[in-house]
Antibody, heavy 116, light 110 residues
Framework: EVNLVESGGDLVQPGGSLRLSCAVS????????LNWVRQAPGKGLEWISY????????SYEDSVEGRFTISRDNAKNSLYLQMNSLRVVDTGVYYC??????????WGKGTTVTVS | EIVLTQSPGTLSLSPGQRATLSCRAS???????LAWYQQTPGQAPRLLIH???TRATGIPVRFSGSGSGTDFTLTINRLEPEDFAVYYC???????????FGQGTKLEIK
């Protein structure tokens, strides 16, 4: 069964740091690009970062560029998001999602980050 | 940066009716990179449609997508109770490896 499981969400003060993880199983991890998408409370979906299967191509949404770092460990079937200089507006549920061609076909259940 | 604008913001319909949701882009979008997602409260988004009109695995035939250029539509025929949710369109910028979501359309029971 294909599975993406996020972890690492917590309550953190403004200016603090967190590292999110996404553990993947059920498909060849190293063959797929991955994304982080977040959702503020009561708001819509916001894409925040992309990483290619080989980590050579990485992109960020403007508001997190320079503060967040996406990475992956293909040996551990894991995706990460290092979040520094956190702001109140970074509060929300963070999802990891598999990219298939140009769409996100598999999503995790999300992990909650609260900056307060 | 391409902006996706969804309309209406909220759509109130009854089970059995047809829903038509719009997604308009600020610039021409490659049809292969336009997708639709469904999200119910407390759940992760679920892929419905990709490449403008291809249903994802397991998605009922009452869901269909169409459009080109800057105007795209998600149609849901004969609404079932489980279809009342929030729907998002998304496009992928192949030259920048960035994604954009529309702000969502909430489909509610009338």
């Amino acid at each position: 069964e294909v599975n993406l499981v996020e972890s690492g969400g917590d309550l953190v003060q403004p200016g603090g740091s967190l590292r999110l993880s996404c553990a993947v199983s059920g498909f060849p991890f190293s063959s797929y690009a991955l994304n982080w998408v977040r959702q503020a409370p009561g708001k819509g979906l916001e894409w925040i970062s992309y990483i290619s299967s080989d980590s050579r191509t990485i992109s960020y949404e403007d508001s997190v560029e320079g503060r967040f770092t996406i990475s992956r460990d293909n040996a551990k079937n894991s995706l990460y998001l290092q979040m520094n200089s956190l702001r109140v507006v970074d509060t929300g549920v963070y999802y990891c999602a598999r990219l298939s061609y140009y769409h996100m076909d598999i999503w995790g259940k999300g992990t909650t980050v609260t900056v307060s | 940066e391409i902006v996706l604008t969804q309309s209406p913001g909220t759509l109130s319909l009854s089970p059995g009716q047809r829903a038509t949701l719009s997604c308009r882009a600020s610039q021409t979008v490659d049809s292969s990179s336009l997708a639709w997602y469904q999200q119910t409260p407390g759940q992760a988004p679920r892929l419905l449609i990709h490449g403008t009109s291809t249903r994802a695995t397991g998605i009922p035939v009452r869901f269909s997508g169409s459009g080109s250029g800057t105007d795209f539509t998600l149609t849901i025929n004969r609404l079932e109770p489980e279809d009342f949710a929030v729907y998002y369109c998304q496009q992928f910028g192949r030259s920048t490896f960035t994604f954009t979501f529309g702000q969502g359309t909430k489909l509610e029971i009338k």
